[in-house]
Structure formats: C-alpha cells, structure tokens
T-cell receptor, first 116, second 113 residues
Framework: DAGITQSPRHKVTETGTPVTLRCHQT?????MYWYRQDPGHGLRLIHY???????DKGEVSDGYSVSRSKTEDFLLTLESATSSQTSVYFC???????????????FGAGSRLTVL | KQEVTQIPAALSVPEGENLVLNCSFT??????LQWFRQDPGKGLTSLLL?????REQTSGRLNASLDKSSGRSTLYIAASQPGDSATYLC????????????FGTGTQLKVEL
C-alpha cells in the first residue's frame, strides 16, 4: 500500500446520507481508479481519472460522483447512500495508461462502507 | 461483454506442492492480463502482468502464461508455502472496452503445513 492511502478505512452510515471517500497518492501517477468489491461480483470499476479534472465513468457509476482537483487526490462521493452501496471500495493508481498494455495497478488497502 | 472465470473457487494443498491456477476469458481482444494477490482485509497486490504480445512472465516461484487464442491464462506456483495462502485474481483489459479491467472472482488458496 506504499504511496496510496484511503480514508476512512471503515465507515457506517445511514441510508440517504452523503458519503465521501478519499484516495491520496504520493507517487504522482496520472491515472487513478475507484473500484468496488462485492461477493460474487469481483471488482467492478466505478469511475476513473486520467488527469486533474479529467474523469470518466466505469461499469457501475450510477449513484457515484468523483472529483480530482489535484494530482494526488481522487474523491468518490455517494450523494445519497443506499444499502446497495454497502461494499469495500478500493482505489488504484497506475503510472501508465491502460492502452499502453503495461499499466500495472497499485491498490490501496480499501475502505469498508456499511449503509444501514 | 467480457467475462472472466477462475476455477477452482477454492483450493487447498500441502506445503511444497506445485500448483496451477486457471483463468479463462471470453473476448480475446485484450491489451493485457494481470494476476493479483489479495490477503484477507487487504488490497490487491500485482504479481505479474502479461501484455498481449507476450506468452509468459516469471517472477520468482511464479510463472504466468497467456494463450490469447484460447482465452486462457495459468498461474503456476512452484514449491508452495503457507505464506502463499491468499486469494488470487486475474484481470483482463480489453481493447474495445475503454479503460476497464474485468476481474475474475478469484481462487482462494490455502497451503497447509
């Protein structure tokens, strides 16, 4: 997990409340990603970023928004949390872009979110 | 839609055994395939990345092979140790799918003393 920090690591919240998860990197990598991991589904991409203020949707983006105002920070926001968003959220970074074919991903330790 | 399957879902072996983990994917138009290790309560650690033009990659006791035409990859672990116990996931990046890695659901490996 060197160079990439997620916060908070654990959070319990109630349905309808907003939640923001933070991913902070010290590697100065251009590419950042948010995934969620659920039993039976593996990891699924929520949003990703290829630079400051440049973001795009992933496979399961509904109900989530992201922002990247600085290279080192990538925020994931649940505008109004629902129970279906209970999951473990992982941030990942890569130095090279996906289309180079050589983009090794480094993952954070994860943020466990429980929505009651 | 790319689908990635890992069989078996769980595997238990005695220490010292050589073993093979399997990964299959349905769309052969890929940029690369990666193998990751995940320890309980932890994030994923990249083990090996094989680019589409490569056939295999090696790192220590690990060897990963890629056969694009058949949609298969294997991760070979030599002389397994209890410290190898973890969940192993493969993921593929397809050429026509934006920037999305598609993950398998993993093989949970336990190496027993």
């Amino acid at each position: 997990d060197a160079g990439i920090t997620q916060s908070p690591r654990h959070k319990v919240t109630e349905t309808g409340t907003p939640v923001t998860l933070r991913c902070h990197q010290t590697e100065n990598h251009r590419y950042m990603y948010w995934y969620r991991q659920d039993p039976g589904h593996g990891l699924r991409l929520i949003h990703y970023s290829y630079g400051v203020k440049d973001t795009d949707k992933g496979e399961v983006s509904d109900g989530y928004s992201v922002s990247r105002s600085k290279t080192e920070d990538f925020l994931l926001t649940l505008e109004s949390a629902t129970s279906s968003q209970t999951s473990v959220y992982f941030c990942a970074i890569s130095e090279l872009g996906p289309r180079t074919g050589a983009n090794v991903l480094t993952f954070g330790a994860g943020s466990r979110l429980t929505v009651l | 839609k790319q689908e990635v399957t890992q069989i078996p879902a769980a595997l238990s072996v005695p220490e010292g055994e050589n073993l093979v983990l399997n990964c299959s994917f349905t769309d052969s138009a890929i940029y690369n395939l990666q193998w990751f290790r995940q320890d309980p309560g932890k994030g994923l650690t990249s083990l090996l990345l094989i680019q589409s033009s490569q056939r295999e990659q090696t790192s220590g006791r690990l060897n990963a092979s890629l056969d694009k035409s058949s949609g298969r990859s294997t991760l070979y672990i030599a002389a397994s140790q209890p410290g190898d116990s973890a969940t192993y996931l493969c993921a593929v990046l397809i050429t026509g799918g934006g920037n999305k890695l598609t993950f398998g659901t993993g093989t949970q490996l336990k190496v027993e003393l």
